[in-house]
Nanobody, 127 residues
Framework: QVQLVESGGGLVQAGVSLRLSCVASGRTFSNYVMGWFRQAPGKEREFVVGISTSAGRTYYADSVKGRFTISRDNAKNTVYLQMNSLKLEDTAVYYC????????????????????WGQGTQVTVSS
């Protein structure tokens, strides 16, 4: 079992930056593909970005490409989401998720591929 705990959310103005963190415990973190998803009120949970086990590969949703950056520190069992130039439409609950990587460069983009989820952290972007 893997436990994931997100932090770093908050209320910010449009255009500023925010960094989310997700700390994992319970299993060998480096074996897990990590992903960030978000869910806005009344909408389905959507994929934001994923990172392979070795951090050698990342994949971003078009809506965040060029503004968000995912990274991981396997020594600290932590994955980060650096969010720059935040927009109103980035407002959502952000979740990190983990799944065992099938291959070294595996990345998963659908929620059903992930087994472990954090409780989420709220990000609210105001004008």
């Amino acid at each position: 079992q893997v436990q994931l705990v997100e932090s770093g959310g908050g209320l910010v103005q449009a255009g500023v930056s925010l960094r989310l963190s997700c700390v994992a415990s319970g299993r060998t973190f480096s074996n897990y593909v990590m992903g960030w998803f978000r869910q806005a009120p009344g909408k389905e949970r959507e994929f934001v970005v994923g990172i392979s086990t070795s951090a050698g590969r990342t994949y971003y949703a078009d809506s965040v490409k060029g503004r968000f950056t995912i990274s991981r520190d396997n020594a600290k069992n932590t994955v980060y989401l650096q969010m720059n130039s935040l927009k109103l439409e980035d407002t959502a609950v952000y979740y990190c998720a983990a799944a065992l990587g099938r291959y070294a460069d595996s990345i998963y983009t659908v929620p059903q591929d992930y087994v472990h989820w954090g409780q989420g952290t709220q990000v609210t972007v105001s004008s």
